[in-house]
């Protein structure tokens, strides 16, 4: 069994700031893949940006290198510090992971962009 634990996630003026953070807990070997999703109401979910086990980072074109993924391997977290956030980011954003044979969803965190 594996659990996925977000956090970070609120309410923030565009332009700001906020870092999410994705902790995975439970019957883990190696992390393969961390990855993070986001999806508004009506529409697929989205790759908003991906870290390999290795460090190889993967974000969405909208990204415009407003965010950075990160991961700590030996507490099998993974870390979103997004930057100049607009009005556009607001979602709900999941983490992922990839393990060998399996694979994992985190239960969503809002982020919500607004004056």
């Not at 069994?1 to 332009?15: A, F, I, R």
């Not at 390999?52 to 969405?60: A, D, E, M, N, V």
Request: charged share 15%.
């Amino acid at each position: 069994q594996v659990q996925l634990v977000e956090s970070g996630g609120g309410l923030v003026q565009p332009g700001g700031s906020l870092r999410l953070a994705c902790a995975a807990s439970g019957s883990i070997t190696t992390i393969y893949s961390m990855r993070w999703y986001r999806q508004v109401p009506g529409k697929q979910r989205d790759l908003v940006a991906a870290i390999s086990k290795i460090g190889t980072k993967t974000y969405g074109d909208y990204v415009e290198g407003r965010f950075t993924i990160s991961r700590d391997n030996a507490k099998n977290t993974a870390y979103l510090q997004m930057d100049s956030l607009k009005p556009e980011d607001t979602a709900i954003y999941y983490c992922y992971i990839l393990l060998a044979g399996s694979e994992y969803w985190g239960q969503g965190t809002q982020v919500t962009v607004s004056s």
